[in-house]
């Protein structure tokens, strides 16, 4: 489509490095002066989409405003042909030889806003919240910790492990990080105590959001399924180690998980992205049927984690990874949710689980980087980390580069501050 | 408190046996005429919130009508103060004595409906969905199944195990289900296999529903819980165990379940079971101090599931259990849920786990009442079960037996359609 052309320019100045050039408009909720609004990214401003409704500048795109929300849900339940012709319609708006809004100076200064003088919100209203253990690298390594015969379980190569998140806890970037208390057994102990976790963890994901929805006891094909994903988003599931350890057997991880999953607030459109789609690994043994996926069904993104402690000046990187080696692909995980014939709705967050390179230095929770604490990772500040501490803030990053621009995702970032 | 005195009665008639007398009065949402309202339930009526408020009749008990609504969640999120002024309120104005709608025949037809001229609706819009584990009978009687020589994991007896369901999948009774696809993996067979569930099961629980909400990084002590909570339904976690046993290691049920959860549509309030709590099972060992509950932690509620085939004239009951013997109550989940710091919100669902009991009769799931398919269950219509077959209806039942009178929470259905 003409709005991925990497030709296009925009009246609007956008810096080589930036993750939101014109070939991006990545879709975001923003509050200013007390309003909240939906709006498009572009460079270091904001397009004010109600506003521009308003002014009539994209009043075809969508029956009425649905702009002016609090949340996107609105907007994504028209579905894939309203998604498309808005985009379209703010690419045009943006493009350096439309003058209709770059030489209209009052309309100008209503529709398009410093990304610096607003304040980003959770771009949706989450209804379902899941999260999936994708990644084969983070699977076989977290595996071999727990069970060094046997670290893949015998039904991780026939479908995507998910398990039910809490939706509510799914906070937007910036949010701070308290950190939880729970119970926790030490493995020579007899009995638990209660207190604030000892091992807090990042989890460097992806997650898609659904756009369209469908009732009960149908099913999505994987040749269905993009119709129904609106968009990606960076995830950060935080994980307290010591309560997932003692808590999940059998029924899975809980409290370790649900205190907190943070998420980029612009949504990058699964459109922007088509120009990144590349080839997955080979699945050996054939999936099923229903889990086959046609054609390229993984996505080039770059994704980094940078840690800063209070004591250090600038952040480090702390792990360099690419989430075109996942297992399984968005359109397999979704064609595995539904195939039970469960609910869709527009808002729901499917996290891809952690993203794990096959190196040392790309791996994608500090579980992994320090190998359950016995690498500790040493900081310019002199400073070690086996995992994070009170003041710690994680940055994730993430973006397709194609050439001469970047698709970015922004950052999604969090602090974490001292047990209550 | 005098809404819940034995003696009361209402100008409305009430069977002796009839879940809803006026020392009950749960509240739910219906529609009629294509509109949808919040209502509380007495005998074989309907009192339309929505109408008495607009009448005067109820209109200092909140600031504005958050009755005229299609869901509970604006009037729950109001707290514990407005929630006891409602019921008090309407108590009053349903008493024998009370003339001011019982003798103005305008009003009653706008105010009092049959309940078979309106239908029931989900009574919450569902943020969150938990599902607890937490009757020592169930949790024994599967582990033996799995684990013969360890049925009770080391956790069990130190914290209620449970795991976060699918929200959007929680349905108000009657609604159909329809039985699930999924993969499964025949213990003999090399590879596994896509289609039907052939394992279709129930799970008899109660469900509390948290009114008040709380922000990200409080806790809730077992103390204040109930002030959080509104009230209960029944809840039949409708569970395929083939689809289940294969998917859930290592991180819990997933698609095994999420593909529906039947609630019955009024909710009780704690108010009105206030009469009918008891002691629960002394703890041992003991529990660490935030979990420790202070009096009468249990409700004795008297529970059944009832099933009918398309060959049967009537329903059978399957099974007979009691609420009162679970292990972990509904104070001790709620700190549980909340000492991590998790956010709570006005129409949280939490499941309590399968109410199970000591005796073969009084097991709350299929896989326990047949054993794994080794006592098939007879009918009186000559058939057999060991799990459920498409067309199947299954009731569940549950109520409190004062001294005269029920305090019941209806029914909560569903039949099972043939897979798509």
Known sequence: MEEN????KSWIEVKPDSDFPIQNLPFGVFSHN??????????????????????????DVTKSNVFNEKSLNAFLSLGKTEWRNTRKKVSELLREDNAQLRDNAELREKCILAQSDVTMQMPVEVGNFVDFYSSIEHATNIGSMFRPNNPLMPNWKHLPVGYNGRPSSVVVSGT????????????????????????????LEMGFITGLGKPLSESISTAEALDYVFGMVL????????????????????????FATSISPW???????????????????AVLPHLQCEGDGNYDIHLEAHIQTEKMDASLCMTKTNFKAMYWNVPQQLAHIASNGTNIEAGDVYGSGTVSGTTPDSLGSMLELCWRGTRPLKLPSGEERK??????EVTLKGWCQGDGYRVGFGECCGKILPAK
């Not at 052309?5 to 296009?8: E, F, M, P, S, V």
């Not at 609004?37 to 009539?56: N, P, Q, R, S, W």
């Not at 729970?182 to 963890?201: I, M, N, R, V, W």
């Not at 995830?235 to 649900?258: C, H, M, T």
């Open 5 to 8: 052309n990497a030709n296009l």
């Open 235 to 258: 995830l950060n599931d935080w994980s307290a180690r010591d309560i997932q350890k003692w808590e999940y057997v059998p029924l899975g991880p809980f409290l370790g998980k649900s």
């Open 267 to 285: 949504v990058v459109t699964m459109d922007a992205l088509e120009p990144f789609r590349v080839a997955g690994p080979k699945q050996e043994p």
């Open 387 to 392: 995992f994070l501490l009170d003041g710690d």
């Open 34 to 59: 007390g309003q909240t609004a939906v709006g498009v990214a572009i460079g270091d401003k904001v397009v004010h989409l109600g506003e521009a409704y308003e002014a009539g500048l994209i009043s």
């Open 176 to 203: 701070p990080v308290v950190r939880p208390k729970g119970q926790t057994k030490a493995d020579d102990a007899e009995l638990p105590t209660f207190g604030p976790s000892k091992l807090l963890d990042i989890e």
